[in-house]
């Protein structure tokens, strides 16, 4: 299969994304050792609606990201469909 031409939104989108999925797995770190912190529990929360809301945003545009129904599939199914998260 030849390889898909993306837009650079997509390439801006995903790089968002892992940016700020990273923020989060640092503060899931930091807040497993410090629980009472509330600022780094308010940035948490800030970041995963952050992290959600793009998320819908570049499936809307893209195709699901997630599998096992965290992604929910337009008609017909669109995991078949190109581009997929790996192709980055």
């Known amino acids: 299969m030849p390889k898909e031409t993306l837009p650079e939104e997509f390439y801006r989108l995903m ?33 995963s609606r952050r992290s959600r809301d793009l998320r819908q945003t570049i499936e809307a545009r893209y195709g699901p990201l997630l599998q096992f129904g965290h992604s929910y599939s337009e008609y017909p199914w669109a995991w078949a469909d190109p581009p997929w998260p790996w192709q980055m």
């Open 15 to 47: 790089e968002d994304l892992q940016t700020i999925d990273f923020v989060l797995v640092e503060l899931t770190l930091y807040l497993d050792t410090h629980p009472e912190d509330l600022e780094a529990l308010k940035q948490f929360n800030t970041f």
